[in-house]
């Protein structure tokens, strides 16, 4: 089959690669309709995230068709057409019973990494490193699912593949940043990054009931598109973002704040500056320049909701303004199972249309220049998807 | 008994050790090319045994201390079933993947074949020497073979709602040289209790264990075909089949 590989900082290539096998019991085989590329995998493109291995296949957010099942796998039958959540998790264990499901404890098999670094290791997932599992991605033509009894959810309207597939990710990732932003009646909710997670987390506000959503980023291309959603929106290339929010909530700053942007925000000060270059001395692993601002711009008594993702170490984090004010703060990988089923209803219901984020769709042969496109944010460039099976233009 | 560790060498040898050393650190230096490395390794180790008195080689010959260590997991399933799981002793190679096999010949005692990637193949025998069902199992290999050691492993109600806290305990001797290339190879003891036991409960609540060996990938470099050579978590190759019980008392969350 085809797949895209990783060969090293912004270098990728589709490859002729064996198709996979079931390997497990609890296994499936997917031929993979639909895949997108994610903010998470500009990290991995840009070299940020450590144990990568060349050849590795990438590709997290997939949907597909049933083709194969393992002995165990008694819910799914070929010719099913799911969508695959992209944190992989057993279903049994402590951590799966109860709902946080990218804590699983049985799906990384070398959680020994993770244990070093962190602690204790999170869940294994799909197309992101060997240090979270090392499992095999979804950019690809056929995909091996783990544990697809309990992850994968079957879409049995005729609902087309761009307004599910990213179920898979960014809509869950989005919804739940939302939901940790504690969003009560008459809230105010910022938004720093305006990608695909942050489009997703602007539209998950409004349907938890904000009162207001106050977008922030500097692509003119993808404010609008907060705009389109209804949220007001601030050009952080103009600077100043913490006075502009207190002015803009007559004092008393936003009542949750949302960081979509993750360990590779841009700078527009000189503060900014400073990660750059300590992260490319390797002095930090992760630039906190937006989160920083995130949590400055809190009210006392806020919520701070953190979906972009951190992979080591930052500098310089303000952890005295989150007690200062008696914040709270959450983070983590989405557990994309507790999603599934109550997001499926609200496409299926017209709350919201996932695909109005699209901006490009691409053959997965072309998918080399997707990833540069999308990483430089050319051509208004919001979400790619991928088609597998298209011949390359 | 003398010790040979603790005895300090004539000056003529101490000498020719330090010059020794000395010798291979210069070669080194000078040449570069493939014999380098190891050239300066040996050297400095050479040089630094001369320089502490100490005769190079002698840690080897000393009988390695006894070693004790405990790892412990918490497995959500009652004890009784985790107990009886880890009693099908042919089961564990499963989980630890050193272990080649486990031939069980009566209630009490068994055969073991492990392989190390530092000593290569290793065999004993062992025995029971406690088995309370549901709550504790004991063992001691046979004197005089392969991996000498003694173990025992509890089983005991987790708080509410959290299954069984399963404890090992391991007792063996390993020569302490040999701890520190261990530990580079990825055997070291505490670490291979800790992944034996973490495959143990994916078997337990998964039905199966957590792999990546066989799936696809695109062209690799040399240096990524290496990079599991030193895992302590090598992949499990073959693929385990699900744990018969697993269907009809956990099944599907
Ligand atoms: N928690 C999860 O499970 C999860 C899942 C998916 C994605 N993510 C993460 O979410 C983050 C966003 O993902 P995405 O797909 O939207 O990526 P993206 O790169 O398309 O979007 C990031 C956006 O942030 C903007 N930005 C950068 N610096 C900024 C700053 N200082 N202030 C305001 N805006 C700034 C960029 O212009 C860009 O539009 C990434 O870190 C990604 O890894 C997390
Ligand atoms: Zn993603
Ligand atoms: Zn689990």
């Not at chain 2, 492990?114 to 290793?122: D, P, T």
Request: charged share 20%; aromatic share 8%; glycine share 10%.
């Amino acid at each position: 089959m085809k797949a895209l590989c990783w060969y090293g900082k912004h270098s990728v290539s589709v490859e002729n690669v064996p198709d996979p096998k079931l390997l497990n019991p609890r296994d499936a085989i997917l031929r993979v309709t639909r895949t997108a590329i994610c903010g998470s995998d500009l990290h991995l493109y840009d070299g940020y995230i450590p144990t990568l291995e060349a050849g590795d296949i990438l590709g997290h957010e997939f949907m597909g068709e049933v083709i194969e099942v393992g002995a165990a796998v008694k819910n799914l039958r070929v010719g099913d057409r799911v969508v695959v959540p992209f944190t992989i998790a057993c279903g049994n264990c402590f951590f799966c019973r109860h709902q946080l499901w990218s804590c699983c404890d049985n799906s990384n098999p070398n959680a020994w990494v993770l244990e070093k670094l962190y602690g204790y290791s999170g869940s294994g997932l799909f197309g992101y490193s060997h240090m979270m599992g090392g499992y095999a991605g979804g950019q690809a033509q056929y995909v091996r699912v783990p544990f697809a009894d309990v992850g994968p959810i079957k879409i049995e309207s005729d609902l087309p593949d761009e307004k599910v597939l990213f179920l898979s990710d960014i809509f869950p990732t989005g919804y739940m940043a939302a939901e940790n932003a504690g969003i009560q009646q008459g809230d105010t909710v910022a938004v720093w990054g305006c990608g695909p997670v942050g489009q997703f987390a602007i539209r998950s506000a409004f349907l938890l009931g904000a009162d207001r959503v106050i977008a922030i980023d500097s692509y003119p291309g993808r404010l609008r598109l907060a705009e389109a959603a209804g949220a007001e929106t601030l050009d952080a290339g103009e600077g100043n973002i913490q006075e502009r929010l207190r002015e803009a909530t007559a004092g008393a700053g936003p009542d949750g704040v949302i960081d979509a942007v993750g360990m590779e925000a841009f700078a527009h000060s000189l503060g900014g500056f400073y990660d750059v270059v300590k992260q490319q001395l390797k002095l930090e692993t992760d630039r906190p320049t937006a989160l920083r601002e995130v949590i400055m711009a809190c009210r006392k008594g806020g919520h701070i909701s953190v979906p972009g993702v951190y992979g080591g170490y930052v500098d310089k984090f303000p952890l005295g303004a989150i007690f200062g004010k008696a914040c709270h703060f959450a983070t983590g990988q989405t557990h994309v199972h507790r999603y599934l089923r109550p997001l499926l209803e609200r496409i299926e219901r017209g709350e919201i249309d996932p695909s109005s984020i699209i901006s490009h769709h691409f053959p997965l042969q072309q998918a080399p220049q997707a990833y540069d496109l999308f990483l430089k944010k050319k051509n208004e460039c919001i979400k790619v998807v991928l088609d597998p099976w298209a011949k390359a233009a | 008994m003398s010790d040979s560790r603790f005895t300090s060498l004539s000056a003529p040898e101490r000498w020719s050790w330090i010059g020794a050393g000395a010798a291979l650190l210069g070669y080194a230096a000078l040449r570069r090319g493939a014999l380098a490395i190891p050239a300066a390794a040996a050297g400095s180790y050479l040089l630094l045994r001369g320089a502490a008195n100490r005769r190079p080689g002698a840690e080897l010959a000393h009988r390695p201390g006894r070693r004790r260590l405990a790892r412990s997991v918490m497995i959500n399933r009652p004890p009784d079933e985790v107990y009886a799981a880890w009693r099908r002793l042919e089961d564990l190679p499963r989980f630890f993947p050193h272990l080649e096999s486990v031939t069980v010949r009566d209630d009490k005692h068994s055969h073991w074949v492990a392989r190390s990637r530092l000593s290569g193949k290793l065999e004993w025998d062992c025995e029971i020497t406690d088995d309370q069902p549901g709550r504790t199992l004991a063992w001691r290999s046979a004197a005089g073979m392969g991996f000498k050691h003694s173990g025992e492993i509890h089983f005991r109600p987790g708080p509410p709602q959290r299954g069984t806290r399963v404890e090992l305990r391991w007792s063996y001797r390993v020569p302490s040289a040999w701890r520190g290339m261990l530990a580079l190879v990825g055997e070291a003891p505490g670490q291979v209790a800790r992944e034996g036991l973490r495959r143990f409960k994916q078997w337990m609540e998964a039905g199966e264990i957590a792999t990546i060996a066989g799936q696809p990938h695109g062209p690799r470099t040399r240096l990524a075909e290496l990079a599991p050579l030193f895992s302590p978590a090598p992949p499990v190759h073959e693929p385990t089949p699900l744990r018969p019980e697993w269907l009809e008392r956990t099944g599907t969350a």
